[in-house]
């Protein structure tokens, strides 16, 4: 086997007041250090500076800016990538858990660091334990979030559906929302048996009844204390438009992946880890039938690490047992994550004495690491500062449910701080969130941007976007500030649309507020744009 290089990003002061760094997991298997750029500033500097120690993230064997990156051209031929790699000097049974595991305690050696908080999410989750595993004397602590045991992925028809219960039980509790579903499990398997012969077409595509079951768990996954599973289900139901719509542009407020991922990795870790559970014989007692077109979806996504596709990888092998330890330990579940669902958590948690399991009701995949949750943060920083201690987690609330998506004209405005370009504004804080600075209702949407650029140019390029022509843009003054206030017309899916657009310059770039919202109520968009004009401040 080849020499490796191995790619690390450290944050915080370059000599902090605790010697014990943090070592953050990437998940994947296959991310890379690269994939949390989006959230770096956000969420990792700031725990960083408050708890007063380096972060460490370290591109696992095979990934991102390590060296050798696995490339696979088509993974669908897995004989042709491991031939590449067999011709490149490449041992296939190298790329492991178990070897990763002790690369994290080559870097923390490397690095002078004789204990480390250990943090993972999702797989890398699985790779923390490993690691718990083969080295526990470098262990201070462990936080383990979005629990990835080994067989998770060979569980995840129970998983989602587990997932769809806790949901369901909100839902009823919940007035608005128990108008839309009295059994969500019923109404998945209804929907997508509604879509099989008859899909709706949204303004992302049609949406059959694969589209759905894939989208309801891409749902269940980004949801952030509240919900849209029901709201999404139910609109779907009723050819709602408009509504699925906002429920499918909330999903673009999830950070994308960024940086070098190995599809190769990802593949011959996974076959690596699960192939001792003898996933064929498991899965033949699982496959549901034809008409269950819902769990088919996730089946599909099992039956990818059945024995005979993950032989041709020629992995290595890991251990089935679950990792035993007195290390003090924080477990962190989101209760609507159907990707590692709070079963994982509760499960590895009986082998780890000294652990404690908090789950956040009406949260999805990384209720922690994404940043976001003040309550996962505040237990968080608790724990790491005092590990022994028992983890109070009284800030944890219920989650909510969205019952409706409300119109432009009867949304209340409540203020909001939007960082990303310096102000706070009274904005629709009970649409959805969708990206920064902007939120969506039933066919209309708010926008708060920074762009670069003067104020025509950044005019001349939203309407350029649209396919429509330049609009006639008109002088405003909100309290001392000189605006440029603009409508444009322009045609979407669903019909003809308007964009009411006010912008101002600030230095060289160009803060501009847009609604979007159908045409019949452009004249609403102008009055509620005007209103949250007023409400501009700066942080």
């Not at 005019?459 to 909100?478: F, H």
Request: proline content about 7%.
């Amino acid at each position: 086997m080849k020499d490796l290089e191995l790619f690390v990003t450290v944050i915080g002061k370059e000599k902090p007041g605790n010697p014990d760094p943090i070592f953050h997991v990437p998940g994947g298997p296959g991310a890379s250090s690269e994939a949390y750029a989006p959230i770096l500033g956000s969420t990792y500097v700031p725990l960083a500076v408050e708890l007063d120690r380096q972060i460490f993230f370290v591109d696992q064997r095979g990934t991102g800016q390590s060296l050798p990156f696995l490339t696979c051209d088509d993974p669908k031929k897995p004989r042709d990538c491991v031939d590449e790699w067999k011709s490149a000097g490449l041992d296939t049974k190298a790329f492991t858990t178990a070897f990763a595991a002790d690369d994290i305690a080559d870097v923390a050696a490397a690095f002078g660091a004789t204990k480390v908080n250990l943090w993972g999410a999702s797989y890398g989750s699985r790779l923390a334990l490993e690691t718990v595993r083969r080295h526990p004397d470098i262990i201070r602590s462990l936080i383990i979030e979005s629990v990835d045991s080994a067989d998770t992925p060979l569980d995840k028809i129970a998983g989602v559906r587990g997932a769809l219960g806790r949901i369901s039980a909100r839902c009823k509790s919940d007035p608005a929302c128990s108008k839309l579903t009295s059994d969500l499990a019923a109404d998945v398997d209804r929907v997508a048996s509604q879509l099989s012969s008859r899909p709706l077409t949204t303004s992302s595509g049609k949406m059959d009844a694969t589209v759905f079951a894939d989208t309801t768990q891409q749902l269940m996954e980004a949801s952030i204390g509240r919900s849209t599973v029901p709201l999404f289900v139910n609109a779907v139901s009723r050819g709602d438009v408009a509504t699925v719509d906002a429920v499918l542009l909330s999903l673009s407020a999830e950070p994308a992946l960024t940086g070098k991922f190995s599809v190769g990795m990802q593949l011959l870790t996974n076959c690596s880890d699960i192939a001792p559970f003898g996933a064929s014989k498991r899965l033949s007692t699982l496959e549901p039938p034809d008409d269950a077109l819902f769990d088919r979806s996730s089946f599909a996504a099992m039956s990818d690490l059945a024995d005979e596709t993950c032989a041709p990888w020629k992995p290595g092998t890991a251990s089935v047992d679950l990792v035993t330890s007195d290390k003090p330990t924080l477990i962190v579940a989101g209760s609507d994550d159907s990707n590692t669902p709070v079963e994982n958590a509760t499960r590895v948690a009986t082998k780890l004495s000294a652990s404690s399991v908090v789950e956040f009701p009406g949260y999805g995949h990384f209720p922690l690491h994404r940043g976001g949750n003040p309550c996962a943060a505040e237990i968080f920083v608790a724990f790491i500062q005092q590990p022994l201690q028992s983890v109070d987690q009284r800030c944890v609330t219920e989650g909510a449910v969205y019952g409706a998506l409300e119109q432009l004209g009867t949304v209340e405005l409540r203020p909001v701080p939007l960082d990303h370009v310096g102000i706070s504004a009274a904005l629709p804080t009970d649409w959805l969130p969708a990206g920064k600075g902007t939120f969506v209702g039933a066919g209309s949407s708010v926008t708060v941007t920074l762009t670069p650029g003067d104020v025509d140019a950044v005019v001349g390029s939203v309407a350029k976007a649209l396919g429509a022509p330049s609009p006639t843009s008109r002088a405003i003054t909100v309290g001392d500030a000189p605006w440029t206030q603009a409508s444009i017309a322009f045609s979407r899916p669903g019909g003809e649309a308007n964009v009411e657009i006010a912008l101002v310059a600030a230095g060289d770039q160009t803060l501009s507020v847009s609604i979007v919202s159908p045409k019949d109520q452009a004249d609403t968009a102008a009055k509620r744009l005007n209103e949250i004009l007023s409400s501009v401040k700066p942080l």
